[in-house]
């Protein structure tokens, strides 16, 4: 028997099947667009995230090889301590006091030293009626200078200035420095060595 022909019918159903596989094809194609689009994306991403990282880690490292830790060694029986950092040539250093304490910022170079004698004197009129000996801290902004290569630099800290007094047969009593000790680092100004020595300066 001879197969009939398609009618109309069959002929508009088979057309749109047709056109149903090219539109899924067609969808197919996008989606697989958008995937690759989106891999290239996070792909570019996380290579940029990773340039940030290595940027701030080389900002951070450039950061510490500047940053300043002075040490110190008590010398002529404790009225100096000498400065020094092992890993920068400081030679100078500026050290500002409380606005309590009514003093200039004192100087020295080209050996850093910080002398009893640019705050004994201070120090003592505050600590004076109590017991001879007398331990404490006392607050200061250090700014030491140095030079790296043809750049000069600056490194700002606070630092704790070990000191103690005791009483002697002639002159009443002596101050002695024991040594320096790192409080904070940040941004350090008048304002807050003022506020530190607010809170510890003795009664």
Do not use: C
Request: aromatic share 6%.
């Amino acid at each position: 028997m001879n197969e009939m022909p398609d009618t109309a019918a069959e002929k508009a159903e088979a057309a749109a099947i047709r056109r149903r596989w090219v539109t899924l094809g067609e969808v197919v194609a996008i989606a697989g667009l958008i995937i690759s689009a989106l891999a290239l994306w996070s792909s570019w991403a996380d290579h940029r995230a990773d340039e940030a990282d290595r940027r701030a880690e080389k900002a951070l490292a450039a950061k510490a090889k500047t940053v300043v830790l002075l040490t110190s060694t008590p010398q002529r029986g404790g009225e100096e301590l000498a400065l020094a950092d092992a890993a920068h040539p400081v030679q100078s250093i500026t050290v500002t006091f409380p606005t309590a304490f009514g003093l200039s910022p004192q100087t020295s170079a080209p050996t850093p030293t910080i002398s009893a004698r640019w705050f004994a004197a201070k120090l003592m009129a505050m600590t004076d009626g109590g017991a001879d000996r007398r331990t404490g801290r006392l607050p200061v902004m250090i700014a030491s200078d140095y030079w790296d290569g043809d750049q000069h630099i600056t490194d700002r800290a606070i630092y704790d200035i070990v000191w103690q007094t005791e009483g002697r047969l002639l002159l009443g009593r002596s101050l002695k420095l024991d040594g320096l000790i790192l409080r904070e680092r940040g941004k350090p100004d008048q304002a807050r060595v003022d506020a530190l020595w607010t809170k510890i300066r003795p009664s």
